[in-house]
């Protein structure tokens, strides 16, 4: 165990050195958005690293028992100034412990800060690390360029009470009405004030949050979603909030009264609402609703009875009804407020994004594709070209060749027409890494289910049946080991199918004279010298 001084010393290095790595990490000149992005990632990082220490650092000088034990086992009495009787303990204790661990490696508080400071190099071609921070976002994303907001776009169009179903740009231009406002205030309250606007709003503020903590991880965005639920609480007791406030007194007296509210007829046995009077009595002769009644009376036989018009006297469920409702309100009204916060200060990424959209609209299929294998080349710097400045165009030149005659292909992709390896995108929708192996083709193994199907026409599979003495027909078909191949042929032979077998039958013989005979009968024509 190391000594509480030499820790709390090692902890104040580390944190030293650490606010260095900070600042050369955020002095970096870097001219792309990629570069921009990983370094305030790295930044996050060396920051939290940081507040740890800071708070184990804090836990150490709190302890001051353990410090005051520690300073009085170091120092010794005066009338014992030869005793080192701890030193040698301690010493011991070292030697024992690099005895029991020979390899261990001393360094490593080293290679942790060396890691977060390393720049991408673009020397070696031949290997390139996956970038970590390019996982955190889709390809849609783009490194945190544009917004992924399709999933929230589907959800949208599927709410109720929405009018026109608005198409993808239409859908960002309603989300850039953020500036001017709450965000979806062209809805209804009776839209907004259903579960599955709930439901939307949530994921689309889960969704902003995770995009901006991902693009500005130095930001501190939990305080400024704090700072913004505090406002609306604020505005929500005031009564501020008159759209939403609105539609909450008037669900409160529908609620109680049990009339006929924006939801409909309200029946406490089944617990829910019909739209329509005369759907509401139809379904009063309906054995579920008979089941519900019967429940109902014997689990609560103490309760007000139900008015046989269709409208709840209890006084139980339309108070938890409103109770919900309420809930429900209060977070479709808190989440849209959070979520007009997050989008303000995306308006320029909205914007991106439109564009982008638009842009790609406007592409063909094949330049699509032609975009798409270019994104998927690895990407180079200009900083190898400024290293070798401005003399030496010939050798640049030169370079560049090589660079072009040099396939990049670390996950071994099959070529394309082009002599280039195919897309990533393209190998998976092809499914061409998963395996199929054929034991009668000798253990073949063939990529992607398209050049499995082909095999069964191909010679290497017809060889392998002839070699077990069985047909290549369409029976065999997917049958890829030999064992199932023999019970299959055996499970026709019993079942009578001997065409597949009598081979002599199948195959056609043509005489001179242009008559067509099975091989059997050719041969037994012939044998008696009939032709």
Known sequence: MDSIIDVQRQTHEEIERFERALYTLLSRNTSTHEGKVQNEHRAAQVLDRISSRVVALNN??????????????????????????????????????????????TGGFELELASLLEEPSQDDDDYEDEDPISLLFSGEEVYGKYLDLYANHTAYNNLKNIGKRPGYLQYLDLLLEAQNGPVHRELSQEARSTKDYEAYIMALHTYLLSFTKRTQPLGDFGLLQQEATVEFEKSWVAGELTDWKEENSNSKKTSVNGGTNSSGIWCSACQKYYSKQTVYDAHLTSKKHVKASVKQAQNSADTAPT?????????????????????????????????????????????????????????????????????????????????????????????????????????????????????????????????????????????????????????????????????????????????????????????????????????????????????????????????
């Open 60 to 105: 150490l000088y709190d302890d001051k028992n353990a410090r005051e034990q520690e300073i009085n086992s170091l120092s010794t009495p005066p009338n014992q100034q030869n005793n080192l009787e701890e030193f040698y303990s301690r010493l011991s204790k070292i030697r024992e412990h690099h005895s029991k661990y020979p390899d261990s490696v």
């Open 307 to 531: 008015n046989p018009n269709g409208l709840s006297t209890s006084t139980v469920s339309a108070p938890s009804n409103l109770s919900s409702l309420k809930t429900r309100l209060h977070n479709s009204a808190l989440h849209t407020h959070l979520v007009t916060s997050l989008l303000v200060p995306l308006a320029g990424t909205l914007n991106d994004t439109k564009s982008n959209v638009e842009r790609r609209f406007s592409l063909t299929a094949r330049e699509r594709e032609q975009e798409l294998l270019e994104q998927a080349k690895p990407k180079t710097t200009s900083g190898s070209a400024a290293q070798n400045g401005p003399s030496g165009d010939g050798d640049e030149g030169e370079g560049e060749e090589e660079e072009e005659e040099r396939i990049y292909n670390p996950l071994k992709l099959p070529l394309g027409w082009d002599g280039k390896p195919i897309p990533y995108w393209l190998y998976k929708l092809h499914g061409l890494g998963v395996e199929y192996r054929c034991e009668i083709c000798s253990d073949f193994v063939y990529m992607g289910r398209k050049n499995f199907d082909r095999h069964f026409q191909e010679s290497r599979h017809a060889f392998g049946m002839r070699a077990l003495g069985l047909p290549n027909t369409k029976h065999f078909h997917e049958i890829t080991k030999i064992e199932d191949a023999l019970a299959l042929a055996e499970k026709l032979k019993q079942e009578g199918k001997h065409e597949v077998f009598e081979q002599e039958t199948m195959e056609e013989l043509e005489d001179d004279e242009g008559n067509v005979y099975n091989r059997k009968t050719y041969e037994d024509l012939k044998k008696q010298g009939i032709i």
